[in-house]
Structures are given as structure tokens and as C-alpha cells.
């Protein structure tokens, strides 16, 4: 069992940005494969960004592009988002996600999940 705490949400205006934290217990954070989805009010949750056991590899939902970037610090047990540029349609609450093995690209692939950290743009 792994257990995710996601912290660094808050209320920034149009064009700001914030940086998430999510800190994953255990002594197997490497092994995973992390990511970001989020759950704006009346939608389904969707994928965001998703990194590979390294680092080395990420994989970034079209609408984040450029904007976002995730990172990780294994000797920490953490998976950062830099959010930049943000719009208000990035309002949501965002959940950190891990995976032991395969891809981390859509709900299915979950196997933890965080309980998420509310992010609002306002315009």
C-alpha cells in the first residue's frame, strides 16, 4: 500500500503560477511510475502528466503542454507540477496518482491514488 499527500493548491489569478507536491510513503518511490490527473466541477477526472521511474521520460496531456512540467526527486519521495501560465480552465482539484508497472496515461492504469489538492484560476 502506498499512501500519497498532495500539497501547493490555492487560489492565483489568470497568468499566475503554483507548484504541487506530492510526497509518497515507503521506501519504494522509484519503482513507480507518478503522475498528475485532475477533476474539474461536473467533469470526469482526466489525465494530466505522467513520469518515469527516472525521470527521464514524461508524457503530458495536450492541453498542459508547454505550461506544466513534471519533475521527481527519488531521494525525497517526491513528484512535483510546475504549473505556469495557468487559465481558468485549469480550475480543478488535481490528484496524484502512482503506478507500479506499465504506463500511467489514463484512470485504468491507477493502482494509488492521492486525495487531491484544489487549484483555482480566477479570470
Known amino acids: 500500500q502506498v499512501q500519497l499527500v498532495e500539497s501547493g493548491g490555492g487560489l492565483v489569478q489568470a497568468g499566475g503560477s503554483l507548484r504541487l507536491s506530492c510526497v509518497a510513503s515507503?521506501?519504494?518511490?522509484?519503482?513507480?511510475?507518478m503522475g498528475w490527473f485532475r477533476q474539474a466541477p461536473g467533469k470526469e477526472r482526466e489525465f494530466v502528466v505522467s513520469?518515469?521511474?527516472?525521470?527521464?521520460?514524461?508524457y503530458y496531456a495536450d492541453s498542459v503542454k508547454g505550461r506544466f512540467a513534471i519533475s521527481r526527486d527519488n531521494a525525497k519521495n517526491t513528484v512535483y507540477l510546475q504549473m505556469n501560465s495557468l487559465k481558468p480552465e485549469d480550475t480543478a482539484v488535481y490528484f496524484c496518482?502512482?503506478?507500479?508497472?506499465?504506463?500511467?496515461?489514463?484512470?485504468?492504469?491507477?493502482?494509488?491514488w492521492g486525495q487531491g489538492t484544489q487549484v483555482t484560476v480566477s479570470s
Open positions: 496518482a502512482a503506478r507500479r508497472y506499465g504506463d500511467l496515461r489514463s484512470l485504468k492504469d491507477v493502482d494509488w
Open positions: 515507503g521506501n519504494t518511490f522509484s519503482s513507480y511510475r
Open positions: 513520469i518515469s521511474r527516472s525521470g527521464g521520460d514524461t
